[in-house]
Protein backbone atom coordinates (compact mmCIF):
# COMPACT_ATOMS: atom_id res chain seq x y z
CA UNK A 1 0.00 0.00 0.00
CA UNK A 2 3.09 2.18 1.14
CA UNK A 3 4.14 2.39 -2.52
CA UNK A 4 1.04 4.43 -4.01
CA UNK A 5 1.78 7.12 -1.57
CA UNK A 6 5.84 7.27 -2.40
CA UNK A 7 5.14 10.26 -4.82
CA UNK A 8 3.11 12.08 -2.33
CA UNK A 9 5.27 11.76 0.36
CA UNK A 10 8.21 13.00 -1.55
CA UNK A 11 6.20 15.83 -2.85
CA UNK A 12 5.11 16.66 0.29
CA UNK A 13 8.51 16.61 1.93
CA UNK A 14 9.24 19.05 -1.05
CA UNK A 15 6.44 21.34 -0.09
CA UNK A 16 7.76 21.58 3.78
CA UNK A 17 11.26 22.29 2.28
CA UNK A 18 9.43 25.25 -0.20
CA UNK A 19 7.85 26.52 2.98
CA UNK A 20 10.16 26.55 5.63
CA UNK A 21 12.89 28.78 3.16
CA UNK A 22 9.22 31.14 2.73
CA UNK A 23 8.99 31.00 6.28
CA UNK A 24 12.58 31.85 7.27
CA UNK A 25 12.83 34.40 4.52
CA UNK A 26 9.44 35.94 5.31
CA UNK A 27 9.73 35.86 9.30
CA UNK A 28 13.78 35.44 9.74
CA UNK A 29 12.63 33.30 13.36
CA UNK A 30 12.40 29.82 13.75
CA UNK A 31 9.21 30.15 16.04
CA UNK A 32 7.39 31.74 12.77
CA UNK A 33 9.01 29.18 10.63
CA UNK A 34 7.55 26.71 12.45
CA UNK A 35 4.22 28.50 12.94
CA UNK A 36 4.18 28.79 8.84
CA UNK A 37 4.68 25.37 8.50
CA UNK A 38 2.17 23.95 11.14
CA UNK A 39 -1.04 25.92 9.27
CA UNK A 40 0.72 24.50 5.89
CA UNK A 41 0.55 20.69 7.58
CA UNK A 42 -3.11 21.72 8.94
CA UNK A 43 -4.04 23.03 5.31
CA UNK A 44 -2.88 19.38 3.74
CA UNK A 45 -4.93 17.43 6.72
CA UNK A 46 -8.08 19.52 6.32
CA UNK A 47 -7.70 18.91 2.28
CA UNK A 48 -7.44 15.01 2.60
CA UNK A 49 -10.07 14.84 5.60
CA UNK A 50 -12.46 17.30 3.17
CA UNK A 51 -11.88 15.16 0.29
CA UNK A 52 -12.07 11.41 0.91
CA UNK A 53 -15.34 10.85 -1.11
CA UNK A 54 -13.87 12.46 -4.19
CA UNK A 55 -11.25 10.21 -4.01
CA UNK A 56 -13.73 7.20 -3.95
CA UNK A 57 -15.95 8.92 -6.76
CA UNK A 58 -12.48 9.59 -8.94
CA UNK A 59 -12.08 5.59 -8.49
CA UNK A 60 -15.27 4.72 -9.60
CA UNK A 61 -14.58 6.68 -13.06
CA UNK A 62 -11.22 5.46 -13.20
CA UNK A 63 -12.03 2.11 -12.51
CA UNK A 64 -13.33 1.99 -16.51
CA UNK A 65 -10.29 4.00 -17.85
CA UNK A 66 -6.62 2.36 -19.42
CA UNK A 67 -3.58 2.35 -17.27
CA UNK A 68 -2.15 5.68 -19.54
CA UNK A 69 -4.98 7.96 -18.47
CA UNK A 70 -4.91 6.80 -15.39
CA UNK A 71 -1.38 7.91 -15.43
CA UNK A 72 -2.20 11.07 -16.56
CA UNK A 73 -4.50 11.90 -13.94
CA UNK A 74 -2.04 11.41 -11.65
CA UNK A 75 0.63 13.82 -13.82
CA UNK A 76 -1.03 16.16 -16.02
CA UNK A 77 -4.38 16.37 -13.43
CA UNK A 78 -2.46 17.19 -10.42
CA UNK A 79 -0.65 20.21 -12.49
CA UNK A 80 -4.34 21.69 -12.70
CA UNK A 81 -5.42 20.76 -9.31
CA UNK A 82 -2.20 22.72 -7.77
CA UNK A 83 -1.42 25.19 -10.52
CA UNK A 84 -4.86 25.89 -11.63
CA UNK A 85 -7.08 25.36 -8.76
CA UNK A 86 -4.92 26.62 -6.20
CA UNK A 87 -2.71 29.59 -7.91
CA UNK A 88 -4.84 30.56 -10.75
CA UNK A 89 -8.48 30.24 -9.79
CA UNK A 90 -7.94 32.44 -6.56
CA UNK A 91 -5.96 35.07 -8.69
CA UNK A 92 -8.80 35.28 -11.60
CA UNK A 93 -11.37 35.19 -8.72
CA UNK A 94 -9.37 38.55 -7.53
CA UNK A 95 -8.65 39.84 -11.42
CA UNK A 96 -12.28 39.65 -12.32
CA UNK A 97 -13.98 40.84 -8.89
CA UNK A 98 -11.73 44.17 -8.94
CA UNK A 99 -11.22 44.71 -12.11
CA UNK A 100 -7.20 44.05 -12.65
CA UNK A 101 -4.67 42.57 -14.85
CA UNK A 102 -3.54 38.76 -13.39
CA UNK A 103 0.14 40.58 -13.20
CA UNK A 104 -1.70 43.34 -10.51
CA UNK A 105 -3.62 40.55 -8.97
CA UNK A 106 -0.56 38.75 -8.57
CA UNK A 107 1.54 41.35 -6.77
CA UNK A 108 -2.36 41.94 -4.38
CA UNK A 109 -1.97 38.44 -3.48
CA UNK A 110 1.55 38.88 -2.34
CA UNK A 111 2.03 42.09 -1.44
CA UNK A 112 -1.67 43.06 0.19
CA UNK A 113 -2.85 39.42 1.48
CA UNK A 114 -5.88 41.03 3.84
CA UNK A 115 -6.81 43.07 0.54
CA UNK A 116 -6.76 39.27 -1.41
CA UNK A 117 -8.56 37.47 1.12
CA UNK A 118 -11.35 40.16 0.96
CA UNK A 119 -12.10 39.93 -3.18
CA UNK A 120 -12.03 36.47 -2.57
CA UNK A 121 -14.42 36.35 -0.02
CA UNK A 122 -16.65 38.34 -1.72
CA UNK A 123 -16.92 36.01 -4.79
CA UNK A 124 -18.22 33.34 -2.31
CA UNK A 125 -21.82 33.87 -3.26
CA UNK A 126 -21.52 32.90 -6.85
CA UNK A 127 -18.59 29.68 -6.30
CA UNK A 128 -21.47 28.35 -3.77
CA UNK A 129 -23.94 28.32 -6.51
CA UNK A 130 -21.72 26.76 -9.06
CA UNK A 131 -19.84 24.52 -7.42
CA UNK A 132 -23.15 23.40 -5.46
CA UNK A 133 -24.86 23.25 -8.05
CA UNK A 134 -21.88 20.88 -10.18
CA UNK A 135 -21.38 18.72 -7.02
CA UNK A 136 -25.33 17.84 -6.58
CA UNK A 137 -25.85 16.84 -10.47
CA UNK A 138 -22.73 14.46 -9.51
CA UNK A 139 -24.59 12.80 -6.30
CA UNK A 140 -28.30 13.08 -7.77
CA UNK A 141 -27.06 11.47 -10.96
CA UNK A 142 -25.82 8.44 -9.23
CA UNK A 143 -28.87 7.75 -7.39
CA UNK A 144 -31.86 8.95 -10.21
CA UNK A 145 -30.57 5.75 -12.27
CA UNK A 146 -33.06 3.02 -13.44
CA UNK A 147 -30.83 0.41 -14.37
CA UNK A 148 -29.68 0.50 -10.50
CA UNK A 149 -30.09 -2.85 -8.77
CA UNK A 150 -27.82 -2.69 -5.39
CA UNK A 151 -29.16 -0.18 -2.72
CA UNK A 152 -27.70 1.12 -0.07
CA UNK A 153 -30.46 3.08 1.97
CA UNK A 154 -33.03 1.04 0.59
CA UNK A 155 -36.15 3.00 1.44
CA UNK A 156 -34.79 6.39 -0.62
CA UNK A 157 -32.67 4.56 -3.31
CA UNK A 158 -35.06 2.58 -5.02
CA UNK A 159 -37.56 4.86 -5.00
CA UNK A 160 -35.04 7.93 -6.69
CA UNK A 161 -34.42 4.82 -9.31
CA UNK A 162 -38.04 4.47 -10.29
CA UNK A 163 -38.00 8.33 -9.83
CA UNK A 164 -35.55 8.29 -12.48
CA UNK A 165 -37.68 7.19 -15.43
CA UNK A 166 -39.69 10.65 -14.92
CA UNK A 167 -37.09 12.47 -17.65
CA UNK A 168 -34.84 15.13 -15.86
CA UNK A 169 -36.15 14.67 -12.52
CA UNK A 170 -33.07 15.54 -10.34
CA UNK A 171 -32.61 18.41 -12.48
CA UNK A 172 -35.96 19.79 -11.52
CA UNK A 173 -35.58 19.09 -8.01
CA UNK A 174 -31.94 21.27 -8.01
CA UNK A 175 -33.54 24.13 -9.86
CA UNK A 176 -36.24 23.91 -6.98
CA UNK A 177 -33.62 24.24 -4.34
CA UNK A 178 -31.14 26.80 -6.06
CA UNK A 179 -34.98 29.06 -5.68
CA UNK A 180 -35.97 28.43 -2.46
CA UNK A 181 -31.99 29.35 -1.58
CA UNK A 182 -32.01 32.57 -3.30
CA UNK A 183 -35.39 33.60 -1.57
CA UNK A 184 -33.20 33.87 1.69
CA UNK A 185 -30.76 36.15 -0.28
CA UNK A 186 -30.57 40.13 -0.99
CA UNK A 187 -31.83 40.50 -4.60
CA UNK A 188 -28.09 41.43 -6.17
CA UNK A 189 -26.74 37.77 -4.34
CA UNK A 190 -29.70 36.04 -5.57
CA UNK A 191 -29.31 36.51 -9.19
CA UNK A 192 -25.97 35.72 -8.83
CA UNK A 193 -27.12 32.51 -6.84
CA UNK A 194 -29.11 31.59 -9.00
CA UNK A 195 -27.31 32.55 -12.90
CA UNK A 196 -24.07 30.57 -11.08
CA UNK A 197 -26.11 27.54 -10.45
CA UNK A 198 -27.78 27.18 -13.38
CA UNK A 199 -24.57 27.60 -15.23
CA UNK A 200 -22.88 24.76 -12.64
CA UNK A 201 -26.09 22.28 -14.27
CA UNK A 202 -25.08 23.23 -17.98
CA UNK A 203 -21.21 22.59 -17.09
CA UNK A 204 -22.37 19.18 -15.65
CA UNK A 205 -24.42 18.10 -18.60
CA UNK A 206 -21.80 19.96 -20.90
CA UNK A 207 -19.00 17.08 -19.51
CA UNK A 208 -21.48 14.40 -19.72
CA UNK A 209 -22.33 15.25 -23.51
CA UNK A 210 -18.94 15.56 -24.45
CA UNK A 211 -17.91 12.55 -22.64
CA UNK A 212 -20.70 10.49 -24.56
CA UNK A 213 -19.88 11.61 -28.07
CA UNK A 214 -16.23 10.89 -27.01
CA UNK A 215 -17.78 7.10 -26.40
CA UNK A 216 -19.62 6.90 -29.16
CA UNK A 217 -16.91 7.72 -31.27
CA UNK A 218 -14.37 5.36 -29.89
CA UNK A 219 -17.00 2.48 -30.44
CA UNK A 220 -17.34 3.48 -34.23
CA UNK A 221 -13.71 3.26 -34.45
CA UNK A 222 -13.78 0.36 -32.58
CA UNK A 223 -16.17 -1.26 -35.33
CA UNK A 224 -13.51 -0.57 -37.82
CA UNK A 225 -11.00 -2.30 -36.51
CA UNK A 226 -9.04 0.58 -34.98
CA UNK A 227 -7.22 0.49 -31.53
CA UNK A 228 -8.46 2.67 -29.15
CA UNK A 229 -7.04 4.07 -25.86
CA UNK A 230 -10.35 5.14 -24.09
CA UNK A 231 -9.88 8.21 -21.13
CA UNK A 232 -10.55 11.48 -22.50
CA UNK A 233 -13.83 12.03 -21.64
CA UNK A 234 -13.42 11.20 -17.56
CA UNK A 235 -10.17 12.55 -17.97
CA UNK A 236 -12.15 16.03 -18.34
CA UNK A 237 -14.90 14.85 -15.69
CA UNK A 238 -12.33 14.00 -13.44
CA UNK A 239 -11.05 16.93 -13.62
CA UNK A 240 -14.33 19.56 -14.00
CA UNK A 241 -14.87 17.11 -10.40
CA UNK A 242 -11.86 17.68 -8.49
CA UNK A 243 -12.05 21.61 -9.12
CA UNK A 244 -15.58 22.13 -8.06
CA UNK A 245 -14.34 20.03 -4.89
CA UNK A 246 -11.69 22.57 -4.02
CA UNK A 247 -14.20 25.61 -4.24
CA UNK A 248 -15.18 25.01 -0.44
CA UNK A 249 -11.13 23.81 0.09
CA UNK A 250 -9.74 27.60 -1.39
CA UNK A 251 -12.23 29.40 0.73
CA UNK A 252 -12.01 27.77 3.58
CA UNK A 253 -8.50 27.74 3.93
CA UNK A 254 -8.68 31.63 4.42
CA UNK A 255 -9.99 31.05 7.70
CA UNK A 256 -6.19 29.82 9.01
CA UNK A 257 -4.34 31.92 6.26
CA UNK A 258 -4.78 34.68 3.78
CA UNK A 259 -0.95 34.18 2.49
CA UNK A 260 -1.16 32.90 -1.56
CA UNK A 261 1.93 30.90 -1.07
CA UNK A 262 1.27 29.30 1.85
CA UNK A 263 -2.29 28.39 1.14
CA UNK A 264 -1.17 26.62 -2.14
CA UNK A 265 1.79 24.45 -0.67
CA UNK A 266 -0.45 23.41 1.96
CA UNK A 267 -3.59 22.16 -0.27
CA UNK A 268 -1.21 21.08 -3.05
CA UNK A 269 0.13 18.73 -0.37
CA UNK A 270 -3.30 17.41 0.56
CA UNK A 271 -4.64 16.84 -3.05
CA UNK A 272 -1.50 14.48 -4.13
CA UNK A 273 -2.28 12.10 -1.40
CA UNK A 274 -6.00 12.28 -2.39
CA UNK A 275 -4.88 11.17 -5.89
CA UNK A 276 -2.81 8.56 -4.36
CA UNK A 277 -5.78 7.24 -2.44
CA UNK A 278 -7.53 7.50 -5.46
CA UNK A 279 -5.14 5.10 -7.79
CA UNK A 280 -4.65 2.70 -4.41
CA UNK A 281 -8.90 2.60 -4.34
CA UNK A 282 -8.69 1.49 -8.21
CA UNK A 283 -5.63 -0.78 -8.05
CA UNK A 284 -6.86 -2.67 -5.02
CA UNK A 285 -10.15 -3.31 -6.04
CA UNK A 286 -11.67 -1.76 -3.04
CA UNK A 287 -14.73 -0.62 -4.16
CA UNK A 288 -15.58 -4.13 -5.41
CA UNK A 289 -15.08 -5.71 -2.25
CA UNK A 290 -17.03 -3.06 -0.47
CA UNK A 291 -20.55 -2.55 -2.57
CA UNK A 292 -22.09 0.26 -0.29
CA UNK A 293 -18.53 2.41 -0.27
CA UNK A 294 -19.32 4.00 -3.40
CA UNK A 295 -22.93 4.25 -2.11
CA UNK A 296 -21.75 6.10 1.00
CA UNK A 297 -19.24 8.91 -1.23
CA UNK A 298 -22.13 10.00 -3.07
CA UNK A 299 -24.57 10.66 -0.34
CA UNK A 300 -21.29 12.50 0.82
CA UNK A 301 -20.99 14.41 -2.42
CA UNK A 302 -24.95 15.16 -2.26
CA UNK A 303 -23.84 15.99 1.31
CA UNK A 304 -21.30 18.80 0.51
CA UNK A 305 -23.21 20.14 -2.49
CA UNK A 306 -26.11 20.69 -0.10
CA UNK A 307 -23.76 22.46 2.14
CA UNK A 308 -21.89 24.47 -0.31
CA UNK A 309 -25.65 26.04 -1.73
CA UNK A 310 -26.78 27.15 1.80
CA UNK A 311 -23.31 28.57 2.39
CA UNK A 312 -24.30 31.33 0.52
CA UNK A 313 -26.61 32.14 3.16
CA UNK A 314 -25.45 30.43 6.48
CA UNK A 315 -21.61 30.19 7.44
CA UNK A 316 -21.08 25.97 8.21
CA UNK A 317 -17.59 25.51 9.63
CA UNK A 318 -15.49 22.85 7.48
CA UNK A 319 -15.34 20.62 10.31
CA UNK A 320 -19.38 20.11 10.01
CA UNK A 321 -18.75 19.38 6.49
CA UNK A 322 -15.87 17.26 6.75
CA UNK A 323 -17.31 15.56 9.55
CA UNK A 324 -20.55 14.54 7.65
CA UNK A 325 -19.08 13.17 5.07
CA UNK A 326 -16.16 11.00 7.17
CA UNK A 327 -20.17 9.74 9.01
CA UNK A 328 -21.53 8.54 5.80
CA UNK A 329 -18.55 6.96 4.21
CA UNK A 330 -17.48 4.93 7.41
CA UNK A 331 -21.37 3.65 7.50
CA UNK A 332 -21.14 2.58 4.04
CA UNK A 333 -17.97 1.03 4.78
CA UNK A 334 -19.38 -0.97 8.25
CA UNK A 335 -22.50 -2.22 6.15
CA UNK A 336 -20.53 -3.36 3.43
CA UNK A 337 -18.39 -5.34 5.85
CA UNK A 338 -21.15 -6.23 7.33
CA UNK A 339 -22.64 -7.55 4.18
CA UNK A 340 -19.50 -9.59 3.60
CA UNK A 341 -19.87 -11.53 6.67
CA UNK A 342 -23.26 -12.52 5.91
CA UNK A 343 -22.69 -13.62 2.53
CA UNK A 344 -18.96 -15.21 1.91
CA UNK A 345 -17.45 -15.13 -1.95
CA UNK A 346 -18.97 -18.08 -2.85
CA UNK A 347 -22.58 -16.67 -2.14
CA UNK A 348 -21.83 -13.37 -3.32
CA UNK A 349 -23.68 -13.69 -6.67
CA UNK A 350 -27.17 -15.19 -5.05
CA UNK A 351 -26.90 -12.49 -2.35
CA UNK A 352 -26.27 -9.51 -4.93
CA UNK A 353 -30.11 -10.78 -7.01
CA UNK A 354 -31.52 -11.40 -3.50
CA UNK A 355 -30.63 -8.15 -1.34
Known sequence: ???????????????????AGYGWSQTGTPGGTLSLLWIVVVLAVLEISLSFDNAVVNAAV???MDPLWQ?????????????GMRIVFPLAIVAVAAGLGPV???NLS????????EIVSSAHVGIAGFGGAFLAMVGLSFFFDGEKEVHWIEWIEARLSVISNIKAAEIALLLGALYLISLLLEPG????????GMLGIVTFIAVEALGTVL???????ELQG???????????YLNVLDASFSFDGVIGAFALSNNMIVIALGLSIGAMFVRSMTIMLVKKGTLSEYRYLEHGAFWAIIALGAIMLLSARYHIPETVTGLIGAVLIAASLWWSVRHNRRFPDAEMDAAVRAD
Open 226 to 236: AVVRSGLGGFL
Open 110 to 117: LNDPKRYE
Open 1 to 19: MLRHYKGSVLFTLACLLAA
Open 104 to 106: EAL
Open 62 to 64: LED
Open 215 to 221: EMREKAL
Open 189 to 196: DALTFLAS
Open 71 to 83: KRFLTWGMVIAVF
